[in-house]
């Protein structure tokens, strides 16, 4: 395989890939500090935690998609599909350690099954499409579940600016990173995703260093060291599966195009021969030919 040189490999897909993928992992980062400070105050309501996200997709993109007036190209179902499996996501964590780790493999699953069909929605549909349906649905099964599982837990709530803004907080940054996972889901795929999102404990270790001053282990920064080198690793080889399939798509388009120049040459000469045909020989014809004759 040909070596790739230092300026084909930083290319803007790949500068933008791993910027994005970052800024990605840093709003769950920010996600996750916003949990941190509820559970410090007693509040344990994930479902209501990820309502207002949904609201706000449902808000934003469903008003651009009812301004395009153009009709789904996906099915609806789907879309129901994949809110069910968002919001279980979202769910599942458990505070007891036994069932904690099953419920955290179930939501990874969850994760992994929510970021693949993502990628096919956004690929073979339409990003807008996409975050308006997923919000609509998001919303609607949240609030189902919210009013069965978390009802209590709400109203338990001593409600001030400290329990308000972490589950603001959490919601603007849910919104923004629902937003931007299309982007790049789009641009490098679910994995280039998946391998951003390994930073994140990372960026806080981060925070935990400078703001609150803590002290961490040296091995922290090897680890992210290492994600990096993997993600920069992905992203050559990403690069060309990109140009072998840009290739190929350019070989398709360009046998299409010889195909319909084949099929217009075959019916150009089809109406040059139907308009040089004889003439059919008819009764009248056959009467005139005979008086003619007759004259002679």
């Not at 390994?198 to 994600?227: C, P």
Request: glycine share 6%; hydrophobic share 45%.
């Amino acid at each position: 395989m040909k070596m790739m040189g230092f300026k084909e490999f930083w290319t803007k897909k790949t500068l933008v890939g791993l910027a994005l993928g970052q800024f990605l992992s840093l709003l769950i980062t920010s996600t996750g500090f916003s949990s941190s400070e509820l559970a410090k105050k007693g509040i344990n309501a994930p479902t209501s935690q990820s309502f207002l996200n949904y609201c706000l997709l449902a808000i934003v993109y469903g008003s651009i998609v009812l301004y395009r007036k153009q009709p789904l190209k996906a099915k609806w179902y789907y879309y129901i599909a994949l809110g069910v499996v968002d919001v279980e996501a979202n769910f599942l964590g458990g505070s007891n350690p036994r069932k904690g780790d099953a419920l955290v493999i179930a939501g990874a699953t969850l994760y992994a099954v929510s970021n693949v069909s993502e990628e096919y929605l956004v690929k073979n549909a339409d990003r807008v499409e996409l975050m308006s349906m997923l919000g609509i649905f998001g919303a609607l099964i949240s609030a189902i579940q919210i009013s069965v599982l978390e009802r209590n837990e709400l109203k338990s709530i001593q409600w001030s600016a400290g329990a308000a803004l972490p589950f603001v907080g959490f919601s603007l940054a849910m919104f923004l990173f629902y937003s931007f996972v299309p982007v790049l889901l789009k641009i490098n795929g679910s994995t280039m995703l998946n391998l951003s999102l390994l930073t994140s404990d990372m960026w806080a270790v981060l925070i935990r260093i400078f703001a609150y001053h803590e002290k961490v282990d040296w091995m922290y920064f090897v680890a992210f060291a290492a994600v990096s080198v993997g993600l920069v690793v992905y992203s050559s080889g990403d690069k060309d599966d990109q140009n072998r399939a840009d290739v190929a798509d350019e070989d398709a388009e360009r046998s299409k195009h010889l195909d319909e120049e084949a099929c217009s040459g075959n019916r150009d000469r089809s109406l040059i021969s139907g308009t040089t045909k004889p003439e059919p020989r008819t009764k009248h014809n056959f009467e005139s030919s005979n008086s003619s004759a007759v004259v002679v």
